[in-house]
Nanobody
Framework: QVQLVESGGGLVQAGGSLRLSCAASGRIFSINAMAWYRQTPGKQRELVASITHGVSTDYAESVKGRFTISRDNAKNTVYLQMNSLKPEDTAVYYC??????????????WGQGTQVTVSS
């Protein structure tokens, strides 16, 4: 059983900051890439940022220079530091992990999501 649990969402004023965390737990052999996505009602889930096990990163154009993704491999945790937040960043944020469980095949697991609301 593998679980991804996000935390750190909330309400913040425009220009403010939030830090999201996502911890993977359970019977995990290894984790490859980890990523953050976001989704607003009526829209497709979009990739915000991703990070490989070797800490190579990639960002959506809309968040470059404002968001930073990082990870702690010892803790199986990925973070998303969000600065200079804008109302258009309002969404439910989901983490995912490309992982190999202790028994079974490589797969991608998702967290339950955390709401981020940016007021103008």
């Amino acid at each position: 059983q593998v679980q991804l649990v996000e935390s750190g969402g909330g309400l913040v004023q425009a220009g403010g900051s939030l830090r999201l965390s996502c911890a993977a737990s359970g019977r995990i052999f290894s984790i490859n890439a980890m990523a953050w996505y976001r989704q607003t009602p009526g829209k497709q889930r979009e990739l915000v940022a991703s990070i490989t096990h070797g800490v190579s990163t990639d960002y959506a154009e809309s968040v470059k220079g404002r968001f930073t993704i990082s990870r702690d491999n010892a803790k199986n945790t990925v973070y998303l530091q969000m600065n200079s937040l804008k109302p258009e960043d309002t969404a439910v944020y989901y983490c995912n992990a490309d992982l190999i469980p202790s028994s079974g095949f490589r797969r991608v697991d998702w967290g339950q999501g955390t709401q981020v609301t940016v007021s103008s």
